[in-house]
């Protein structure tokens, strides 16, 4: 069964950094491009980041270009985002998510279960 675990999310105040992870299992982490996405409250779904594999490409929503960075370590099958600069609209339930090899594009077939991320003073 594929796995995803999102964790290090928290309580941060405006103008702070968090880091989150994506610990990944029952698949091969290193073959596969993945995707970071959130959820604000009473909001719909939105695609933050992409990573390619190897790292070969990164690419970013215009939301948060400039303050967040993806990355991923192969040897521990896990992907980050760091998140610096955080404002209270970043406040959401983080995802990560595997992007699909059997369709063309960046179809997202396996979903964490999220960590939330509330930026408040």
């Known amino acids: 069964e594929v796995q995803l675990v999102e964790s290090g999310g928290g309580l941060v105040q405006p103008g702070g950094s968090l880091r989150l992870s994506c610990a990944v299992s029952?698949?091969?982490?290193?073959?596969?491009?993945m995707s970071w996405v959130r959820q604000a409250p009473g909001k719909g779904l939105e695609w933050l980041s992409f990573?390619?594999?190897?790292?070969?490409?990164?690419t970013y929503a215009d939301s948060v270009k400039g303050r967040f960075t993806i990355s991923r370590d192969d040897a521990k099958n896990t992907l980050y985002l760091q998140m610096n600069s955080l404002k209270p609209e970043d406040t959401a339930v983080y995802y990560c998510?595997?992007?699909?090899?059997?369709?063309?594009?960046?179809?997202?077939?396996?979903w964490g279960k999220g960590t939330l991320v509330t930026v408040s003073s």
């Open positions: 029952t698949f091969t982490f290193r073959d596969y491009a």
């Open positions: 990573i390619n594999t190897g790292s070969a490409s990164e």
């Open positions: 998510a595997r992007v699909s090899t059997l369709v063309a594009g960046h179809v997202m077939d396996y």
